[in-house]
């Protein structure tokens, strides 16, 4: 079990890194904030449309508590 759990904390955490790795440069960065692995990812993080997803929709911030702050 202990190796299980240690498995899915690693993926996960590659997730993140690969994320964050995967995004263009020319992204725009809203310090403190990384970019959100899914749309519907927990925060602290970002979404940016333009160059996430399938590249439409809304761009937008999500807070540590869930709050979501749209960037239009």
């Known amino acids: ?4 759990l240690l498995a899915i904390l690693i993926g996960i955490g590659a997730g993140f890194l690969i994320t964050a790795l995967a995004t263009p440069a020319d992204a725009p960065q809203y310090t403190p904030y990384l970019p959100c692995a899914t749309e519907d990812s927990p925060g602290p993080c970002y979404w940016d449309a333009d ?17 979501v702050t749209y960037l239009d």
């Open 51 to 67: 160059v996430q997803g399938n590249g439409e929709g809304r761009s937008f911030l999500v807070e540590k508590d869930g709050t």
């Open 1 to 4: 079990m202990r190796y299980v």
